[in-house]
């Protein structure tokens, strides 16, 4: 399994549970997949269409404190080159694992991209720059959804921050809250946003909850134990 978060510090590190579409849950297919499966295949290094209602339809949001923030979603023939390099950073490399030619991280990128829309991949747009990385992915569909009690349309993130600058100065925080609003905002069906940094990762923990997230339980994911962190439409209004 690829990582989940990279944000305050090399990045808020994450096994990117939903960037491996290929392995799925032995779940009834839920109506949106079954009627998205039914429309054929995508063309080649896009997403047509999501199964989370329309990531790149969401539109930006001021709640960062830090500008204008916006995903975009991944186009290889734009993106590669960018994703690639923050993926070669040591500090990134040493929860993602996927240092190396830019085919490696195309691999990861084309998993989802080819896939049925589960997962998402995007660049975090800040004030115009490209700074972050992200995946928003159904957890509930996910290989996740093996290791703890997930609800239909539990949504999962997966984060890095691309650059130094950016990094240990809290900024994690802010985008971390302010993409769970968003996921809150735009998906009414999805009651808890989720993810599961590494233990280890101590920035990372320590940044979802700042960010309004509560830690769950250890889960033994295949590569790591991981914290899995929950944040609750209910509880939105007190955090």
Same mark, same amino acid.
């Given at each position: 399994?690829?990582?989940?978060?990279?944000?305050?510090?090399?990045?808020? +590190?994450?096994?990117?549970? $939903?960037?491996?579409? !290929?392995?799925?849950?032995?779940?009834?297919?839920?109506? %949106?997949?079954?009627?998205?499966?039914? +429309?054929?295949?995508?063309?080649?290094?896009?997403?047509?269409?999501?199964?989370?209602?329309?990531?790149?339809?969401? $539109?930006? !949001?001021?709640? !960062?404190?830090?500008?204008?923030?916006? #995903?975009?979603?991944?186009? #290889?023939?734009?993106?590669?080159?960018?994703?690639?390099?923050?993926?070669? %950073?040591?500090?990134?490399?040493?929860?993602?694992?996927?240092?190396?030619?830019?085919?490696?991280?195309?691999?990861?990128?084309?998993?989802?991209? %080819?896939?049925?829309?589960?997962?998402?991949?995007?660049?975090?747009? #800040?004030?115009?720059?490209?700074?972050?990385?992200?995946?928003?992915?159904?957890?509930?569909?996910?290989?996740?959804?093996?290791?703890?009690?997930?609800?239909?349309?539990? !949504?999962?993130?997966?984060?890095?921050?691309?650059?130094?600058?950016?990094?240990?100065? $809290?900024?994690?925080?802010?985008? #971390?809250?302010?993409?769970?609003?968003?996921?809150?905002?735009?998906?009414?069906?999805?009651?808890?946003?989720?993810?599961?940094?590494?233990?280890?990762?101590?920035?990372?923990?320590?940044?979802?909850?700042?960010?309004?997230?509560?830690?769950?339980? +250890?889960?033994?994911?295949?590569?790591?134990?991981?914290?899995?962190?929950?944040?609750?439409?209910?509880?939105?209004?007190?955090?």
């Amino acid at each position: 399994m690829p990582p989940t978060d990279a944000s305050t510090d090399a990045g808020i +590190e994450s096994t990117a549970a $939903g960037a491996d579409c !290929t392995d799925t849950l032995d779940l009834r297919l839920p109506d %949106d997949l079954v009627a998205l499966l039914a +429309e054929g295949e995508r063309p080649v290094g896009t997403v047509r269409d999501d199964l989370l209602d329309g990531v790149g339809d969401w $539109g930006p !949001t001021t709640t !960062t404190g830090a500008g204008v923030f916006q #995903l975009v979603p991944v186009r #290889l023939e734009r993106d590669l080159p960018v994703i690639s390099r923050w993926m070669n %950073d040591p500090a990134v490399a040493a929860f993602w694992e996927l240092a190396g030619p830019d085919a490696v991280t195309e691999a990861h990128l084309r998993s989802q991209l %080819d896939g049925d829309g589960r997962s998402v991949p995007c660049l975090g747009v #800040l004030d115009g720059m490209p700074m972050s990385y992200w995946e928003i992915y159904r957890a509930d569909l996910d290989p996740l959804a093996r290791h703890y009690p997930s609800r239909p349309h539990d !949504t999962g993130i997966h984060l890095l921050i691309g650059g130094v600058a950016n990094r240990g100065r $809290g900024l994690g925080t802010s985008l #971390l809250k302010a993409v769970a609003d968003l996921v809150l905002d735009h998906r009414p069906a999805c009651a808890r946003v989720v993810a599961e940094p590494d233990l280890r990762n101590t920035p990372s923990v320590a940044a979802f909850l700042s960010a309004g997230f509560r830690f769950f339980a +250890e889960v033994d994911l295949p590569d790591k134990r991981a914290a899995l962190m929950v944040r609750d439409r209910a509880l939105r209004a007190v955090l």
